[in-house]
């Protein structure tokens, strides 16, 4: 069982960063792939970036390539999501994600675990 807690969304001005954490429980975290996922109002979730946990191979959507960096850090259990150049367009609650899976990371169904989102709004 994994529990995931996102935390570092809030208000922000075009061009702007923020950078999201998503923490987790148990000992085994290291053996999960961590996904982050965003829900635009009146849209559905999509993939953002996913982080594998055998040798931390990334995976962006086209959308963010080149402006968010995801990243892990096994020993506080926590991954994080750095977000640079921020558009308007990126305003969504993001959530993370877990899986023990290791194929098909940006599919909302490969995952087990999902957090509760936190809300990031990009202001023009």
């Known amino acids: 069982q994994v529990q995931l807690v996102e935390s570092g969304g809030g208000l922000v001005q075009a061009g702007g960063s923020l950078r999201l954490s998503c923490a987790a429980s148990?000992?085994?975290?290291?053996?999960?792939?961590i996904g982050w996922f965003r829900q635009a109002p009146g849209k559905e979730r999509e993939f953002v970036a996913a982080?594998?946990?055998?040798?931390?191979?990334?995976y962006y959507a086209d959308s963010v390539k080149g402006r968010l960096t995801i990243s892990r850090d096994n020993a506080k259990n926590t991954v994080y999501l750095q977000m640079s150049s921020l558009k308007p367009e990126d305003t969504a609650v993001y959530y993370c994600?877990?899986?023990?899976?290791?194929?098909?990371?940006?599919?909302?169904?490969?995952?087990?675990?999902w957090g509760q989102g936190t809300q990031v709004t990009v202001s023009s």
């Open positions: 994600a877990a899986t023990q899976k290791r194929l098909f990371l940006n599919r909302r169904g490969t995952y087990d675990y």
């Open positions: 148990g000992r085994t975290f290291s053996r999960y792939a």
């Open positions: 982080i594998h946990w055998i040798d931390s191979t990334t």
